[in-house]
């Protein structure tokens, strides 16, 4: 089935944009485990909809019921459900283009592989909006990483060609870390943020939408962690980040431009410092034979523009298979990066923490 993932810590995500609700059921947690609620609801607001002029206008509140496998303030080990209730959804908007197969929205492939049963309403169950249950998921991995002095941040490397400098991959500090946490719209150039943000707007009054560049860091991930060829960490990594609606692709440390380097750059050296093993660069994001070497895990993901703009733009009427020009109407983000932040650093701790307890069992987490 699509919907589910996972060894350890399996998920089985449910639900569509416009339906009753969306939700997450995880499988691998632990008895025992004290959730801290109000640092999950901090996570889920960093990506809700809603909070300023790049965001959508969607009021969701992403309030979190769990129903399921939760007892007396603690985790009972048995699977644990959460639901989100939709509760600002437009759907007339939809009705009229039902038929309508928008350019750059699963519309089409999804009627295909459904034949036509699939929920339309706000992109269904390929919506964006499922990315919320992931989020919850995902700040449960966090806070239990975090427990074990792991720690996550990303900034905005770039959106559209407006770029701001990489992190250091070497020496990436946790409470920087934790301080771009509560940006909305963390970058590490204020400047360079500002003159993004002018962008977005400027495209937004243009009804047009653009993408960017996400870059992500995760610091004191032991060495030895994933395992070679089909369960790597950058595959299994990767395997994540692109059940993410909108991410085009994924670089680690170096990525794409290590191809222009010769072995002798390339190669992270090794040196000793306090009894622990480092290395003097991080060209290869802290990866190595598919597992990690100790140094901070980096990579960068792509997001693409948001398919939904007010520009018109030929496309089909699948019932009667004639071309139509279209201009989509309704309630959607110019850009979306800045609320993909947090769903990219949820899906890469719920990928770690899976792959940590291979090696140290599910015990490791309380």
């Known amino acids: 089935m699509s919907g589910i993932s996972g060894k350890n810590i399996e998920l089985s995500i449910f639900g569509e944009s416009h339906g009753k609700g969306i939700g997450i059921i995880i499988n691998g947690l632990p008895p025992g485990i004290k959730l801290d609620f ?8 960093r990506r809700a909809p809603g909070q300023n002029r790049l965001s959508t206008t969607r009021k969701e509140r992403d309030n979190f019921e769990i129903i399921s496998g939760f007892f007396n303030n603690k985790t009972t080990g048995t699977p644990l459900c959460c639901i989100i209730w939709n509760e600002d959804t437009q759907s007339k908007d939809y009705h009229s283009i039902k038929n309508i197969m928008r350019p750059g929205h699963a519309d089409f492939s999804g009627y295909m592989k459904y034949h036509g049963y699939n929920d339309y309403r ?8 499922l990315t919320a249950p992931l989020v919850f998921a995902g700040a449960i991995a966090k806070w239990i990483l ?7 941040g990303s900034h905005i490397k770039s959106i559209g ?9 070497v020496n ?3 409470k920087h870390l934790e301080l771009l946490n509560t940006k909305k719209f963390p970058v590490l150039d204020i400047e360079v943020g500002k003159k993004m943000e002018e962008f977005v707007l400027s495209v937004k009054k243009e009804g047009d939408s653009i993408g960017g560049i996400v870059e992500t860091a995760i610091t004191n991930i032991s060495p030895g962690i994933g395992e070679p060829f089909f369960h790597s960490v950058e595959g299994m990594i990767s395997k994540y980040l692109f059940s993410i609606p909108s991410i085009k692709g994924v670089e680690f440390g170096a990525g ?3 191809t222009e380097m010769k072995g002798s750059e390339a190669n992270d050296t090794y040196y000793i410092d306090n009894n622990k093993v480092k290395t003097t660069s991080n060209n290869n994001g802290g990866l190595l034979g598919g597992i990690t070497n100790g140094m901070p895990v980096v ?4 997001i693409k523009p948001t398919p939904s703009i007010e520009k018109i733009q030929k496309t089909i009427d699948i019932a009667s298979k004639e071309e ?7 309630r959607h983000d110019p850009c979306i990066v800045p609320r993909v932040i947090p769903v990219i650093e949820s899906v890469a701790c719920l990928c770690i923490l899976d792959l940590i307890c291979e090696r140290n069992g599910a015990e490791w987490m309380i």
């Open 324 to 330: 139509i020009n279209l201009s989509v109407k309704g």
């Open 38 to 45: 109000d640092y999950i609801n901090n996570e889920m607001q």
């Open 146 to 152: 975090q427990k074990q002095h792991i720690y996550i």
């Open 172 to 174: 990436i500090d946790d």
């Open 299 to 302: 990579f960068k993901t792509a």
């Open 161 to 169: 060609h407006i770029k701001e400098h990489n992190f250091d991959w």
């Open 256 to 258: 794409f431009n290590i």
């Open 122 to 129: 706000g992109g269904g169950h390929f919506s964006g909006r």
